[in-house]
């Protein structure tokens, strides 16, 4: 488990993260979202060792990561623009990588290689910004670490290999129980993978929730009611969002789905439909209650 | 995975992204050493070819000189080596630390479960290792292929230590360098910081310096400090021996000083946040020091130039020390934000800068820490030394270093500036403190008092250690002569003064190989002492003399002669194929020919009242001849100097060129009899000036016949109140 408490980081005048209390559970794919320069990548450096804490603290499985190789060892960090040996090819990188964790597993990493179809004698070099990013995952995902560290990783991946990533990642979860933490500005990237998520704005978390309860406790209803229909009976249900187009509602409610269907079908509506929302919807909602309005923040 | 192992796998792979400074490394090395040797050996080989043919057309084994020419080569103090060792530090060290210059390399090295202090040594040693290994190998390979053409085996030996030295300098050098990268965030800056721990120590003690020699009267010594410790705080002036220092404690200073840098270095490497690369410095805190130091250091050189430039001028000298601290203060702004918007930011510390440069400068030039006019305490001072002409104006005789040097037309054998002083004021101790405190007194009020400028010549150099250790120097270049000869009789008949100033009393007549006696005329006499006991009663004799000389002698009397004491180091260097001067040199066309500078070195008065020394002398068969024969002599023309009043005060005699100068000739035996019982005549190595009329000077002509006894003529002077009437 990863915790996160009291972590405050500035760099000069300008304040990176500001007393941020975190916990990120194992065996989830934690997803951290926020704008550019909200301080995501501070957190991951901070998390991956590279960066001092001004003050409070980070640890993973209770131990203080700065300058901690037992800490050190439970993590792979992949940095949005990771350094290669200049003029080396993916052969050399794993050489280098199995020299420094100790549980590296190279035929892991070559056969992922070949499942991505990279080679590895070619210069990285002459790799694009995307095999680049895929090696990265190979390399990270066979250094066989309890945490992977991924900092806008899935940036620059087609939608095609972003699922083979994501199954990927889904079997190493499986497999070893390997926890990902990924840092994104992109909501929508995170949607299908992440199991809990941080919204980060100016150094500090906005919100931080584990996606199927948000899933669960909020619901879309599309309904019509009679002409005649006195909205205030509405009040009843936890509303968070009401839109209406002539005699057609659709209200954002938090809370049970049987209990919502039960509430509106007692209204006698002409029709009604419960409608999935998606995690930008469910973040439009939950950050609009906090005051914050989420499309200026990440879309 | 064990540490052990995981080091020697992070070595294995930091070499591989490190090939490309060590293939430097080798081609470095291979062409430094291995082909230079090879060059030189084929050198040596045609040399040798050529000079058998047309010299000598015998075969002669001259491989020593192969061996003395590779020795020459690979020496400690070569500017090749030194070279060649600064800029594989400087490849080296970018090689291995300038990921901390780039965020993404650093990223990438902190996340790795590495301890900083084991990547930290990976990188160190990796580093070292690149260069000496090269340089070991490629010395042991150039010295046995010396060993195979000249048989001799012990240059391996000689190489490996040489090899070991020029070690020490590299890792002293790649620790500097190392520390410019710790302490910077870009490797434009970095270099810009190697070039500031290369050069401003060294360049901040000679300014100093300078201004201390421009504004102050007394400067002799500018201290310990400003002398030997600031210009040596310099990997740079170290490893290319700018400031010449022992070659042992040379070594000595740079490994501790390496060790000692590497640690800090270690605790920068582990301080130093990830976040400073790509910034201009990593560590803020050293920002505003540096910037004072670069900004009034080139504030006040900035001056120093103007004011010699212009004349002494304080107006100009002002205008550029301003210029060159807005100047300087604006390039740091620049470099320190990385913005040129960046130019005059931080105004308020510009004119702080400036404000101080200017103060220290004042400092100096209107000595407002009284630097002229210090004078210690009698009860503060440990030890007290007093040299200066009025006491003794042939320390030079007495005290000489023999010094070989390598010239162009062949080398030299010569005599060390300044080592009689230095050797004096070093070793000399005056019992009586208050006397050198005294004429210290009297020295500085000569300064003060202008007037009394005109007319004193001479020099007083006063050094102290104090009891805190500090040691003080002065010169004075103004002193009142005549006030002063009860405390110049004090120290000069101290017996310990004349034991420092004169060896002569310390030495033993068993080391006394031959004698010179230097009289008047060409007749000189080279004594072989193959008699002992004649050799020590002579000894003994001068020694008593000697020291029973008092200072109120010396005022009224004169040496007439010179001798010397030879031991067996001078009777080497007489005896050795030297030529006496560098034409002869150039004529014999070989390199081991001497150009002999000491030949007149190491002679000792012989004053008319070492009437004990003049008779053993004679004992042993030499022609004394205390006075110049007046008939041998063909006329004397006397020469008068008056700045005050010109030729007017001589009435008749004849005016020269110049309105300041009279002459008047006399060559009637008589008269020319009266001149020379009065007149200083010491045609020898030994000059006396001590008490002279510096008004009248005497010109002896001797008669055509004689000439060649006695040479052409010279000149002389009478002491001050031993003119003949008939001069006057």
């Not at chain 1, 995690?279 to 499309?295: N, P, W």
């Not at chain 2, 000595?367 to 002409?389: E, H, T």
């Amino acid at each position: 488990m990863i915790e996160a408490k009291n972590l405050s980081k500035s760099f000069e005048d300008i304040k990176a993260l500001d007393n941020i209390n975190a916990s990120i559970r194992d065996g989830n794919v934690f997803g951290l979202i926020g704008t550019n320069g909200a301080g995501k990548s501070t957190f991951l450096k901070i998390l991956a060792g590279i960066l001092k804490p001004d003050t409070g603290e980070i640890l993973i499985d209770d131990e203080k990561v700065f300058e901690n190789i037992l800490a050190k060892e439970k993590f792979f960090y992949i940095s949005d623009d990771q350094f290669f040996f200049s003029n080396t090819n993916a052969k050399e990188m794993i050489k280098f990588y199995r020299s420094v964790y100790r549980n590296f597993d190279v035929k892991k990493c070559e056969g992922i290689l070949k499942v991505l179809d990279l080679d590895i004698n070619r210069k990285i070099n002459n790799f694009s910004k995307g095999m680049k990013k895929q090696l990265c995952i190979a390399i990270g995902v066979s250094a066989n670490t309890k945490y992977l560290l991924c900092d806008e990783t899935f940036d620059g991946l087609d939608p095609v290999m972003r699922q083979t990533i994501k199954s990927l990642f889904a079997k190493e979860m499986d497999d070893r129980g390997l926890t990902p933490i990924i840092a994104s500005h992109n909501l929508r990237e995170l949607e299908d993978i992440c199991d809990h998520v941080g919204l980060l704005h100016k150094g500090g978390i906005i919100l931080s929730k584990d996606v199927s309860d948000m899933k669960l406790n909020i619901h879309k209803v599309q309904c019509v009611f009679e002409k005649d229909f006195d909205m205030e009976r509405l009040k009843a249900l936890d509303i968070m969002q009401i839109k209406n187009s002539g005699r057609v509602y659709t209200v954002t409610i938090k809370g049970n789905e049987s209990e919502i269907r039960e509430c509106i079908e007692a209204l006698n509506p002409v029709f009604y439909e419960m409608m999935g929302l998606s995690l930008e919807e469910i973040f439009i909602s939950e950050t609009e209650v906090h005051g914050y309005d989420i499309k200026k923040l990440i879309f | 995975m064990t540490s052990k192992n995981l080091f020697f796998k992070l070595m294995k792979e930091d070499f591989k992204i490190r090939i490309w400074s060590l293939a430097i490394s080798i081609l470095s090395f291979f062409f430094s050493l291995i082909v230079a040797t090879a060059m030189l050996i084929s050198y040596h080989r045609n040399m040798t070819y050529s000079y058998l043919i047309e010299e000598t057309g015998e075969i002669v084994d001259d491989s020593y000189k192969l061996v003395e020419r590779f020795n020459f080569y690979m020496n400690i103090k070569s500017p090749l080596f030194a070279f060649v060792f600064l800029c594989l530090s400087l490849i080296v060290a970018i090689s291995g630390f300038t990921y901390l210059y780039s965020k993404k390399k650093v990223d990438m090295y902190h996340s790795l479960p590495v301890k900083r202090e084991v990547l930290f040594a990976v990188k160190v040693i990796n580093g070292i290792l690149i260069v000496i290994v090269p340089f070991i190998i490629c010395t042991i390979i150039a010295s046995l292929m010396i060993a195979v053409n000249t048989s001799d085996g012990s240059v391996i030996i000689r190489s490996i230590g040489v090899a070991l030295g020029w070690c020490v300098f590299f890792i002293l050098n790649y620790s500097v360098v190392m520390l410019a990268i710790m302490l910077t965030g870009n490797m434009l800056i970095g270099i810009l910081a190697f070039v500031f721990f290369s050069f401003y120590f060294p360049l901040t003690a000679f300014m100093l310096m300078g201004f201390q020699s421009t504004f102050f009267e007394t400067y002799y010594y500018a201290g310990d400090i400003l002398e030997k410790i600031l210009p040596n705080t310099s990997s740079f002036v170290l490893m290319f021996n700018l400031v010449e220092i022992d070659t042992v404690k040379r070594i000595i200073i740079s490994a501790v000083v390496s060790i000692l840098l590497m640690i800090l270095n270690l605790f920068l490497y582990k301080k130093r946040a990830s976040e400073t690369a790509g910034k201009s410095i990593s560590f803020s805190i050293i920002k505003l020091p540096i910037k004072f130091m670069i900004v009034i250091f080139m504030s006040m050189l900035m001056y120093l130039m103007a004011y010699e430039m212009m004349m002494s001028s304080t107006i100009w000298g002002i205008f550029g020390a301003v210029i060159g601290g807005i100047i300087t203060h604006c390039i740091m702004e620049i470099i320190y934000n990385q913005d040129f918007k960046k130019i005059f930011s931080k105004k308020i510390e510009m004119l702080i800068c400036i404000v101080l440069a200017l103060f220290f400068i004042a400092s100096f030039q209107m000595d407002l820490f009284g630097y002229d006019r210090y004078v210690p305490k009698a009860s503060d001072i440990k030890q007290a030394a007093v040299v200066s002409n009025f006491l003794e104006s042939n320390t030079d005789q007495y005290h000489s270093n023999p010094k070989f040097s390598n010239g162009f037309y062949g080398n030299v054998n010569y005599t060390e500036d300044d080592y009689a002083e230095t050797r004096l004021l070093k070793n000399l101790n005056i019992e009586n403190k208050d006397i050198a405190v005294k004429i210290a007194k009297q020295c500085v009020d000569s300064i003060n008092n202008s007037s009394e400028r005109e007319g004193t010549l001479g020099y007083v150099i006063i050094s102290y250690t104090l009891k805190s250790g500090r040691v003080v120097q002065r010169k004075y270049n103004y002193f009142e002569f005549e006030s002063a000869i009860s405390e110049l009789s004090a120290i000069y008949d101290d017996p310990v003064y004349k034991k420092s100033m004169y060896p002569i009393l310390s030495e033993k007549s068993e080391n006394i190989l031959s004698i010179d006696f230097d009289g008047v005329g060409y007749d000189d006499k080279h004594i072989e002492t193959k008699d002992t006991k004649l050799t020590k009663k002579l000894l003994e004799a001068y020694k008593k003399e000697l020291s029973a000389l008092k200072y109120e002698t010396r005022l009224k009397s004169y040496p007439f002669a010179s001798i010397r004491f030879n031991d067996a180091i001078m009777e080497k260097e007489l005896n050795s194929d030297f030529v006496s001067d560098y034409a002869a040199v150039s004529e014999k066309k070989t390199d081991t020919a001497y150009v002999k500078e000491r030949d007149d070195k190491g002679y000792y008065p012989v004053f008319p009242e070492f009437k004990e020394t003049i008779a053993v002398l004679k004992e042993m068969g030499v022609d004394v001849i205390e006075k110049l024969p007046a008939k041998d002599v063909d006329r004397i023309e006397i020469t008068y100097y008056n700045p005050e009043n010109g030729a007017g005060n001589y009435g008749s005699y004849t005016e020269s060129y110049d309105s300041y100068v009279a002459q008047k000739t006399f060559t009637d035996t008589a008269d020319i009899e009266k001149i020379l019982d009065s007149l200083v005549v010491c045609d020898s190595a030994y000059q006396e000036s001590l008490n002279e009329d510096d008004n009248i000077t005497a010109f002896i002509y001797m008669k055509d016949d004689k000439e060649n006894a006695y040479g052409g003529y010279t000149s002389y002077r009478f002491k001050k109140g031993n003119v003949p009437d008939i001069v006057k």
